[in-house]
């Protein structure tokens, strides 16, 4: 068992022990009573599934992302 430390930001280092042996950059956090479980994500695609626009081609996708972000740039500096 390791004990490690929060930043500032909210971030914990996962020891390098634990990080090699999972072998993955992505983690699922909940927290079930005063527990904090954080799991292993192999697929970011399948945990992502629910957020799925069904019926749009990633190209419009994008798109759509970019024009929201341009619109919230503008609003941002002009607001």
């Known amino acids: 068992m390791y004990i490690t430390k929060m930043t500032k930001k909210g971030q914990i280092t996962i020891p390098a022990e634990y ?4 072998n993955t950059e992505y983690y699922s956090v909940e927290i079930k009573g005063d527990e904090l479980i954080v799991k292993p994500v192999r697929s970011v695609a399948g945990s992502l599934k629910k957020y799925a626009k069904k ?17 919230a740039l503008v609003e941002k500096h002009t607001g």
């Open 19 to 22: 990080r090699k042996k999972l």
């Open 55 to 71: 019926g749009k081609s990633i190209e419009k996708i994008m798109e759509e992302e970019k024009k929201s972000f341009s619109e």
